[in-house]
């Protein structure tokens, strides 16, 4: 199996910059889909970014222009460098990265990672 680790949560002041990271280990053959997703306090999961293995990124628009993705293949780890932060930010932050995984012959994965909480507040 494909195990995710996210860092990089935190409380910070309205205006101000975090910058999360999730890192997949296992016997991973390759990765197509990373993304990341937001669970404000009472709502469902939705997803903020996402970035396929060709570089191309989608953003939810309440993001745009804040957040941005990035990837790093050689770590098998991906970034949300998330600027100019809003109290409605808040929440729990999950990443989701899709590939392939070597259990005998290549198998498909999709996996979560256990969530990093990041509060926005004065």
């Known amino acids: 199996q494909v195990q995710l680790v996210e860092s990089g949560g935190g409380l910070v002041q309205p205006g101000e910059s975090l910058r999360l990271s999730c890192a997949a280990s296992g016997r991973i053959l390759s990765i197509n889909d990373m993304g990341w997703y937001h669970q404000a306090p009472g709502k469902e999961r939705e997803l903020v970014a996402q970035?396929?293995?060709?570089?191309?990124?989608n953003y939810a628009d309440a993001v745009k222009g804040r957040f941005t993705i990035s990837r790093d293949d050689a770590k098998n780890t991906v970034y949300l460098e998330m600027n100019s932060l809003k109290p409605e930010d808040t929440g729990v932050y999950y990443c989701n990265v899709e590939g392939y995984y070597k259990r005998g012959s290549a198998r498909p994965f999709a996996s979560w990672g256990q969530g990093t909480q990041v509060t926005v507040s004065s």
């Open positions: 970035i396929t293995s060709g570089g191309s990124t």
